[in-house]
């Protein structure tokens, strides 16, 4: 889907000190950055943003997670698990399910000053 890149996290290093996991190198320069910590299995999301964005599911995972370009009209349905990082360009809709105890790093290239502000919702 354009506006859409995912990729998994990888091991780059590791030693009997520590394991060394990279989960992008370049692809956002990010100003915001979130932990999401789910505490039941919820829907999250169903907005869009200007900017870009990045989200790595840490731990647990989400489905029937929906993802749409505003300027194409491309849909896309995933499932996403523990290592998934998702890139997305601004005006992409996104939401999905989310299993309680999952845990989300979440990024943006822009500074996130409330839901108000930075979240557009969609229909």
Do not use: P
């Amino acid at each position: 889907m354009k506006g859409v890149y995912i990729t998994r996290a990888r091991a780059v290093n590791s030693d009997r000190r520590r394991d060394i996991v990279e989960i992008m190198n370049g692809e956002l320069a990010v100003k915001n950055l979130k932990i999401l910590e789910v505490k039941e299995d919820s829907y999250l999301g169903g907005h869009w943003h200007q900017y870009a964005e990045v989200m790595h599911i840490y731990k647990g995972r989400a489905w029937d997670y929906k993802m749409k370009n505003l300027d194409t009209g491309e849909e896309e349905t995933f499932i996403l698990r523990e290592g998934d990082t998702v890139f997305r360009t601004g005006r992409i809709v996104h939401g999905g399910m989310f299993a309680k105890g999952t845990i989300v790093l979440d990024g943006a290239c822009e500074s996130y000053i409330g839901r108000d502000f930075n979240d557009i919702q969609h229909d």
